[in-house]
Structure formats: structure tokens, C-alpha cells
């Protein structure tokens, strides 16, 4: 909810700064305009007094504002009576121009001989008592300038909006990657302890379980009453389960160094594939196995054979009315891609992200640390594993392990 809060405080101010350079750069240009109108309304009206004081008009020649281009008065006849330049003085205007406003006020922008646009005001006005139009024209630097401060604020406003994004967007993406890694840490820590848990249990509950077993054997071997041997059977299946849960949480606790070396992957595969082979006859389960001859992994091998006969059984259990199991693998770069595919039942979308977690379990009678130690054996011989279930179509584990050197 607070990201949500910062982010849309984010946007809000993103568009108020937006709206205010496009707004004072929309305003920039008839402020523009209304500057140089008030300046032209300015000269002419002193211009105006200068011709009345002055019939020869002489004295417009030593007008010479900063902002003037040129000026001229013009007659009906489109006669210059005068001009800033001597020698247009008496001449006509050009013949493009048919009749002369003289009683209209009239403002465009022309270009300059020299390329620069320019303002050109043009007003009635009268000398003497003669009407005469007025043709000002200004230079527009000053008057501009607003235009090109408001398009310098908006340049400027865009960048800041731009580069303050890419800054949040670099802080949002740091600060979730610290969160991913303080999620790690805090995952790997309560694993920790949990292991630790896992190997008091074991070490508590394996000598008399070892008890248990040896008797209900003897039970079962020498019963004195019929019904004792179903017991019997009971103490020794539910006694196996145990020992199995023992197992299973001792080889996830195991912090021992591992054995690592070269070994062949294809004669792995035909190991794994001829234990797994009772249990996939019995449920109708016929398997594959496909694997290069010259196809070496570096690691331990005991505990990669543990983790596919993991993954193996449990395509198998997902198989009940009988199906195939595959066993392919290929290389890859320095690595071996290995994978398990079933057409089994698949995996519940809402479980998917969680059947590596340790005793999470869909099964009535599970553990839930198959998955979790198969992730923890691929991870403790530098490789990765993925799971991609689909429900009623089966499923893929991918093993990505190293190649031997």
C-alpha cells in the first residue's frame, strides 16, 4: 500500500510539472506577441510626434531605436515620403503591395533580407493632416527571449522528470533486490534452524525406533496368535516410515563436506532407471532414458542418484493408472541439462511455488522433503533446478548440473 501511495505522489507531481512547462511554454509566445505590440504602439506614437514637430522630417533619421529594423511612411500613391534608408526616399513601394492600409493597423512576420524574422507593425497615422501609414519594423531577440527562456524550462523540466524516473526506477529496483536478498538470508537461516531440528529429532527418535523394528520382527516371524501377524506387519511398515522420515531429515541436515568427482552420466541413468523400474512396473509406468555416452558430470554421485530417484518416484506416484517417464539429457555449454518428464497428474497452480519448501506436501502420507532435498543436493553441487507442471498434462523437472572438466 505504501508503494502504491509513493508511486501515485509520483505520477501526480510528474504531471503538474509537465503541466506547467507546457502551459508556460503555450504562454511564452502571446506574451511575445503582446510585448512586441505594446513596443510598436510605443514608436509609432513617438514617431508620430516627431514627424508633426518636424514637416521636413528630417529629424527621423536620427531615430535609431535598438529594437528598430526600419521604418518608412507611405502615402496613398505607395510613395515612400520617408524611409531609414536614404535612398528609398521618394520611390514606390514594390508592386506585390496593390494599396496601402492606411486606415487599418495590421501586424505579421516577415524575413529579412538577411534570413532573420522579423516583426513588421504597419498603423495609420497623421502628419499634418495627411494621412500616412506607418510601416515599423522590429527585430524580435528581446521580445523572444521569453519564448526561448519557457522552451529551456520545458527542455529542463522534461530532463529532470526523465532522469528523477530512471533514479527511482535504479532505487526501486536496488531496494527490491535487497529485499529478495534479506528474504534469502532470513529463508536460509530459518533452514538452518530447522535442520538443526531435524537432527535432534533424528537422534532421538532413531535408537528406539531401531527397538521398535527388531521386535515387531521377531513378532512377525514367530507369531503366537494369527491376528498378531497383521500387527506385526503394521509395527513394521509404520516403523520403515519412520526410519524413512529419519533418513530424509538427516540427509537434509547433513552438513557434511561432499565426495565430489567425475562420473559417467549414462551409466547413472541405467542405475536410476533399473531401481526405479519395480515401482513403475507395478503402476504401469514404462520409462525412457536418453543420454550421450561421452556426457561426464563433476559432483557427488551418490547424491545426484538420491535427488533423481527422488524426482523419479514422485513422477511415478503421479502416475497411479500408468503413464511414461523420461529421462533425457543433453550438454549444454560447460553444464548438462537434465530432465524428468512424466504425463502424470501435474502439480495445482497455487502449489507450484511451494513444492520445494521443506514438509509442504499434497500427499496423505508424505514428508514433504523430497523436492526440498533434491533442491538442496542440486544447489550443494553448483547447479539449479525448475519445475514446470501443468494440471492433468504432467510434469517437467529441468537439473542444470556442471560437466566434468
Not at 75 to 80: E, I, K, L, N, T
Not at 152 to 163: D, G, P, Y
Not at 191 to 207: D, F, Q, S, Y
Not at 377 to 384: L, Q, Y
Request: hydrophobic share 40%; net charge neutral; aromatic share 6%.
Amino acid at each position: 500500500m505504501f508503494r502504491k501511495a509513493i508511486l501515485l505522489l509520483g505520477v501526480a507531481v510528474t504531471c503538474c510539472l509537465l503541466w506547467f512547462a507546457v502551459y508556460d511554454y503555450r504562454e511564452a509566445g502571446p506574451i511575445s506577441r503582446e510585448n512586441l505590440s505594446g513596443l510598436a504602439l510605443s514608436l509609432t506614437t513617438a514617431i508620430e510626434k516627431l514627424a508633426a514637430n518636424d514637416p521636413s522630417l528630417e529629424t527621423l533619421h536620427s531615430f535609431h531605436p535598438p529594437d528598430v529594423a526600419y521604418f518608412a511612411l507611405v502615402d496613398r500613391r505607395g510613395v515612400y515620403r520617408f524611409h531609414s534608408n536614404h535612398d528609398l526616399v521618394g520611390t514606390t513601394v514594390d508592386a506585390r503591395s496593390q494599396e496601402i492600409p492606411l486606415l487599418t493597423r495590421s501586424e505579421t512576420r516577415i524575413a529579412l533580407g538577411t534570413g532573420e524574422r522579423a516583426y513588421q507593425f504597419t498603423s495609420p497615422v497623421t502628419v499634418h493632416g495627411e494621412p500616412l501609414a506607418l510601416v515599423l519594423t522590429l527585430h524580435t531577440y528581446r521580445a523572444d527571449a521569453v519564448t526561448r527562456r519557457a522552451r529551456l524550462n520545458m527542455t529542463i523540466v522534461l530532463a529532470l522528470v526523465v532522469v528523477g524516473w530512471l533514479l527511482s526506477l535504479g532505487l526501486a529496483r536496488y531496494a527490491r533486490r535487497d529485499e529478495r536478498h534479506r528474504e534469502e538470508l532470513a529463508r536460509r537461516e530459518s533452514l538452518a534452524k530447522l535442520g538443526e531440528m531435524g537432527a535432534v529429532l533424528a537422534h532421538e527418535i532413531r535408537n528406539p525406533l531401531a527397538g521398535i523394528k527388531g521386535f515387531a520382527q521377531v513378532i512377525a516371524a514367530k507369531p503366537q496368535e494369527s491376528r498378531n501377524a497383521a500387527f506385526a506387519r503394521s509395527i513394521v511398515t509404520e516403523a520403515v516410515r519412520l526410519e524413512s522420515l529419519v533418513n530424509d531429515l538427516l540427509a537434509y541436515a547433513a552438513n557434511e563436506p561432499e565426495t565430489v568427482a567425475d562420473f559417467p552420466l549414462a551409466d547413472l541413468f541405467d542405475h536410476t532407471a533399473s531401481l526405479l523400474q519395480p515401482d513403475a512396473g507395478a503402476h504401469g509406468v514404462t520409462i525412457e532414458w536418453r543420454c550421450p555416452e561421452d556426457l561426464s558430470l563433476r559432483g557427488n554421485r551418490d547424491r545426484i542418484e538420491q535427488a533423481l530417484l527422488n524426482l523419479g518416484h514422485n513422477a511415478v506416484q503421479a502416475m497411479p493408472d500408468g503413464g511414461h517417464l523420461q529421462l533425457l539429457a543433453e550438454r549444454s555449454g560447460k553444464d548438462a541439462v537434465i530432465t524428468i518428464r512424466d504425463n502424470g497428474s501435474g502439480i495445482a497452480q497455487e502449489h507450484r511455488q511451494l513444492v520445494f519448501e521443506p514438509f509442504f506436501t499434497t500427499k496423505s502420507r508424505g514428508t514433504g522433503l523430497g523436492l526440498a532435498l533434491c533442491r538442496k543436493i542440486v544447489e550443494a553441487n553448483r547447479g539449479s533446478i525448475t519445475l514446470h507442471s501443468r494440471e492433468g498434462e504432467g510434469t517437467v523437472v529441468t537439473l542444470t548440473l556442471p560437466c566434468a572438466s
